[in-house]
């Protein structure tokens, strides 16, 4: 299967999302997605802890390691390529985490209002 070139949300190239911790579908560090993600993998999230709960109560704990899948377990702070449907289930709860739209792939307002994500964009890292 071939995959469309990878655009963001503000329709310029995808940027990476996080290389530490290797994040997104292909575990290229970027939210790129294809055809075999059906889950839609495609916002670039900051987590916080308050989201880490959420979806941990959802089924899917991203915070305790899991070492036999090569996943150390996600802290407030990372950087990781979320579901768009969990992301939007949890800003429809109040807790979405911010978003980084320069690095959240444009199929995610398939699922994502952009007028969402644009409410909780992350605020700039500093160096």
């Known amino acids: ?5 990878d655009v963001n949300v503000v329709g310029g190239e995808l940027l990476p999302c996080s290389t530490e911790p290797l ?5 290229d560090g970027c939210c790129s997605t294809g055809p075999e993600d059906l889950g839609s993998h495609t916002v670039c ?16 704990d991203l915070s305790t390691p ?14 990781w390529c979320v579901c768009a449907s969990r992301w939007l289930e949890a ?6 985490p911010p978003v980084v739209l ?4 444009e199929r995610a307002l398939e699922v994502v ?6 409410e909780r964009v992350a605020a700039p890292e500093s160096h």
């Open 113 to 118: 209002p952009v007028e969402a994500l644009t």
């Open 66 to 79: 899991r070492p036999e899948w090569g996943f150390a377990g996600l802290q407030p702070g990372d950087r």
């Open 1 to 5: 299967m071939s995959r469309d070139p």
């Open 102 to 105: 320069g690095a959240t792939h």
């Open 23 to 27: 994040t997104g579908f292909y575990r």
């Open 45 to 60: 999230a900051v987590m916080t802890e308050e989201f880490l709960a959420f979806s941990r109560g959802a089924g899917n």
């Open 91 to 96: 800003h429809d709860a109040g807790c979405a």
